[in-house]
């Protein structure tokens, strides 16, 4: 049932990128992604595929508790920012990532108050979720 639910959340965010905005993965990405991403925000959205893009506006420490994590925080075209916690045991490292370089993303959305967190940006190694990735200087990374 969680799936039926997630589904319904979805629809009713891609609604948000209608009217005349281009889907992600084309040139309007950034907006219709942005806005997708703040109404995320705005309703405290949980467990929710999304995809969009930004600039990396600070890198972290990797998180070495549990499953390590690459860790960086992306600016999107709104102002909105985003913690990405890519994990480096599933996946490879995002290679030479620097402040101010391009970064785009399929992941999924947790809420939090300073924006939201992008996490399951690798492939899932059971099958049972789409696949996701980071994009960063022409490769990608899942």
């Known amino acids: 049932m969680k799936h039926v639910v997630v589904v319904f959340v979805l629809l009713g965010l891609a609604g948000v990128a209608a009217g005349g905005c281009a889907s992600p993965g084309q040139d309007a990405e950034g907006d219709a992604g942005d806005a997708i991403l703040a109404r995320a925000f705005e309703d405290r959205a949980h467990d929710l595929q999304v995809e969009g893009g930004g600039t990396v506006a600070r890198v972290l420490a990797d998180d070495t508790e549990g499953g390590r994590h690459q860790r960086f925080v992306v600016r999107l075209e709104s102002g909105q920012t985003l913690l990405v916690a890519h994990n480096i ?50 490769r990608l990374y899942e």
């Open 89 to 138: 045991d599933l996946a490879p490292r995002v290679e030479d990532l620097q402040e101010r370089d391009a970064v785009a993303f399929r992941g999924v959305y947790e809420w939090n108050a300073e924006g939201g967190t992008i996490h399951w940006t690798h492939r899932d190694p059971d099958g049972k979720h789409a696949t996701r990735w980071l994009r960063h200087d022409g």
